[in-house]
């Protein structure tokens, strides 16, 4: 067999990228990368990546709001799998919950924001 066939085998090529077999992958990563795309994602539905945010072309408190539900969800159903890494997530989860209670104009009650059903109150 060909080293070329060995290594399409073994990879998959995605838009010019190799990417590994997702059997290959460990589950914690697989989950890391998930809960950091839907960080990032909420970071930019909420303005973050801008000096301000309330100025932000892709400021959507609803979009946010849906994407850090999702992302607490994971985050619960997931910590004990996570070991080291879920203190990290679980604080970028926190600070974004926050930083959609600064940005409302309405804030949520406590208990009541995106993710706090899974979270409890985030203050």
């Known amino acids: 067999m060909s080293e070329a066939s060995v290594h399409e085998q073994e990879s998959t090529l995605i838009d010019g990228e ?6 290959e992958i460990p589950a914690v990563e697989v989950i890391s990368r998930a809960a950091v795309m839907l960080m990032s994602s909420a970071a930019e539905k909420l ?66 924001g995106p993710g706090e059903k899974y979270t409890g109150p985030v203050y």
């Open 47 to 112: 303005g973050l990546g801008e000096d301000d945010p309330s100025a932000s072309p892709h400021l959507d408190l609803d979009e946010a709001r849906r994407v850090i539900t999702a992302l607490a969800g994971l985050v619960t159903a997931s910590v004990e799998y996570l070991g080291p890494h879920a203190g990290p997530i679980r604080d970028g989860l926190q600070s974004l919950q926050r930083a959609f209670r600064e940005s409302s104009a309405h804030p949520d009650a406590p208990g009541a």
């Open 18 to 23: 190799v990417v590994r077999e997702l059997a």
